[in-house]
């Protein structure tokens, strides 16, 4: 072709099309994403499955990373789009391609993960734990005894790094790393005797830990972790990293943050277990028996099947025919005066006894202050079933004369011990409760809640698919590296 002036022209005017194309998309890659965001309507966020992130309980979205990133999307006024992706080398993926704007998924901050991503606000900080399974390995009290035990963790996760600070004074320690991994599999793997070792955070080891009685923590190592959401860290994520920031300001200021932590964790070590393997033994024997009535009657009024299994439980290990040295009988072991007043002619019918019960809570439920939020709106209205909804107001009015939030569940529990003692149930209007064994109460029927949650959820959980790698020889993986 003649070079000549003309052409040349000729060729400019052709290409500027082109390249006027080419700026604007490159402009628009680099445009602000919060803008972007709004504009779209949706806050596309990217999580794995697990107890502390993202799951599906009865074909509904949950878990303490969804529920997080749901109130963000109210908070911005747009839809939320939940991404599930397994192990973190997709997580991460997803924010580097652009289909993700947030990670929510748990994510330690490290020193490595700032190089490439940005941080929001710190909203768990939390432990490294060696945990075994103590009806097969003996106790794992410190590194040394680490050698030779098959430990499996996640790979690309703070865990590894942990274990190669490790491995430089204990140069015999080996592991093994999987990036198609879930939490629950690693824990999987612990019961069924398959590994000896793993690591977990504090968090997951604290909500999973009454599925697996038998686990042990062996020690805990390294700094604790703070937990955050990240983005890719570009000029554009910066109105979406400020709003971040100013989200959790607002829910630390209202309380939110921590009810939604006390919801979905439990961080006091030295709690009494309940007795896991009698409720898991009864739950195999007995409750197949009795729900399908459950089920029924938690249709009929709009309940949890499973809150009102555990409330029955809690009530009359699912006995139909139970009954207390008070009087109290059936399987939700109601009063004689109860039953009369709920129209229950039979407390012995199970059917009965369940619509009573269901009735009754309902109840509990409706005459609570609308200022009582859920999820601790359910927790009082347990208490008030437990011990009356006169003295669960006395309790309210106890923590606010103390400081506290009579609205908040975690705050009126620690008050409750308080109305039996004089000093405190003599000004009240009900006066003397035991209102220790109201607290107890509620937690036990939480806890056996949550075990049936996690046992319908693994019952029909699609284990992940496997990436074949993780699991070759180190020399062979060595050649299929190379590949």
């Excluded at 070792?197 to 700094?223: D, H, L, Q």
């Excluded at 955050?228 to 910066?238: L, R, S």
């Excluded at 939604?260 to 007795?275: G, H, Q």
């Excluded at 909804?389 to 309210?396: I, K, N, T």
Aim: proline share 5%; with cysteine; hydrophobic share 40%.
């Amino acid at each position: 072709m003649p070079d000549c002036p003309k052409t040349r022209r000729f060729l400019l005017r052709a290409l500027l099309p082109v390249l006027f194309i080419g700026l604007f998309a490159h402009c628009s890659e680099n445009s602000d994403s919060l803008q972007k965001i709004r504009e779209d309507g949706v806050l596309r966020v990217v999580t794995r499955n697990g107890a502390t992130t993202y799951y599906e309980s009865q074909g509904a979205p949950a878990g303490f990373e969804y529920q997080l990133a749901h109130a963000f999307a109210e908070h911005l006024g747009v839809k939320l789009q939940i991404i599930p992706v397994v192990g973190l080398d997709e997580v991460f993926d997803s924010l580097a391609n652009g289909s993700a704007d947030i990670a929510a998924a748990g994510l330690s901050i490290t020193p490595e993960r700032q190089d490439s991503l940005v941080f929001g606000p710190s909203y768990l900080s939390v432990k490294q734990f060696f945990i075994y399974n103590r009806d097969v390995n003996d106790p794992i009290k410190g590194a040394e005894d680490l050698i030779g035990k098959q430990i499996r963790v996640l790979g690309n996760t703070a865990h590894v790094n942990l274990l190669n600070e490790l491995k430089q004074t204990h140069p015999d320690l080996t592991w093994a790393e999987s990036r198609d991994f879930e939490t629950i599999d690693l824990l999987e793997q612990l019961a069924d005797g398959q590994i000896d070792v793993t690591i977990i955070n504090s968090n997951e080891f604290y909500a999973n830990r009454a599925f697996y009685p038998s686990f042990r923590i062996g020690f805990s190592a390294g700094k604790p972790r703070k937990l955050a959401w990240a983005m890719q860290a570009t000029p554009a994520n910066a109105g979406l990293t400020k709003a971040v920031a100013e989200f959790f300001k607002v829910m630390i200021d209202n309380g939110k943050l921590p009810r939604l932590v006390e919801r979905n964790f439990t961080f006091n070590e030295r709690r009494t277990f309940i007795n896991t393997h009698a409720f898991l033994q009864l739950k195999e024997e007995r409750l197949p028996e009795v729900k399908g009535m459950i089920e029924q009657v938690a249709i009929e009024y709009d309940l949890d099947w499973r809150l009102l299994a555990a409330i029955s439980y809690q009530e009359s290990h699912w006995n139909p025919d139970a009954r207390s040295p008070t009087g109290v009988r059936g399987m939700m072991m109601l009063t004689r005066a109860t039953a009369e007043e709920l129209g229950v002619d039979d407390r012995r019918d199970p059917m009965q006894s369940l619509r009573g019960g269901a009735r009754y809570y309902k109840k509990m439920l409706s005459r609570l202050p609308s200022s009582i939020e859920s999820p601790d709106r359910s927790w009082f209205a347990l208490a008030a079933y437990n011990i009356g909804l006169g003295h669960v107001e006395d309790a309210r009015v106890i923590t606010e004369q103390l400081g506290g939030n009579p609205n908040l569940w975690n705050d009126v529990r620690e008050n409750l011990p308080l109305l039996r003692q004089r000093k405190w149930f003599k000004p009240t209007r009900y006066g003397y409760a035991r209102g220790d064994e109201a607290a107890r109460y509620v937690r036990n029927i939480r806890d056996y809640y949550s075990l049936l949650t996690w046992d319908e959820l693994n019952r029909y959980r699609v284990p992940p698919p496997r990436i074949a790698a993780d699991y070759l020889p180190a020399e062979l993986n060595r050649g299929f590296d190379a590949m």
